[in-house]
């Protein structure tokens, strides 16, 4: 089992910037890719980034591309989401996941086997 905590959530104006955190249990996170993902109000959970377990390619939704930038620190078991030029379209709920399966790129969130409990990003305009 994998438990994973996100955090740094919080209220930010347009334009502005938060990094987030998700804190992994276990000794293999190296072993784990790993997603960011998250749900607006009354949308469905989409996919925002991914990382993979070997050498760390990225990936990212076009909606984010260029402003979010995804990174892990495999001596801390931690994932990160750095998101900058937020807009109020990237409010929503940001969860982490784990995978630890080998994912074909675009098809993320059925390859995640771990999920966190989210963290709440909020954007004002």
């Known amino acids: 089992q994998v438990q994973l905590v996100e955090s740094g959530g919080g209220l930010v104006q347009a334009g502005g910037s938060l990094r987030l955190s998700c804190a992994a249990s276990?000794?293999?996170?190296?072993?784990?890719?790993m997603g960011w993902f998250r749900q607006a109000p009354g949308k469905e959970r989409e996919f925002v980034a991914a990382?993979?377990?070997?050498?760390?390619?990225?990936y990212y939704a076009d909606s984010v591309k260029g402003r979010f930038i995804i990174s892990r620190d495999n001596a801390k078991n931690t994932v990160f989401l750095q998101m900058n030029s937020l807009k109020p379209e990237d409010t929503a709920v940001y969860y982490c996941?784990?995978?630890?399966?080998?994912?074909?790129?675009?098809?993320?969130?059925?390859?995640?086997?771990?999920w966190g409990k989210g963290t709440l990003v909020t954007v004002s305009s």
């Open positions: 276990g000794r293999t996170f190296s072993s784990y890719s």
């Open positions: 996941a784990a995978s630890t399966q080998i994912c074909v790129a675009g098809v993320w969130s059925s390859c995640m086997d771990y």
């Open positions: 990382i993979t377990r070997t050498v760390a390619n990225t």
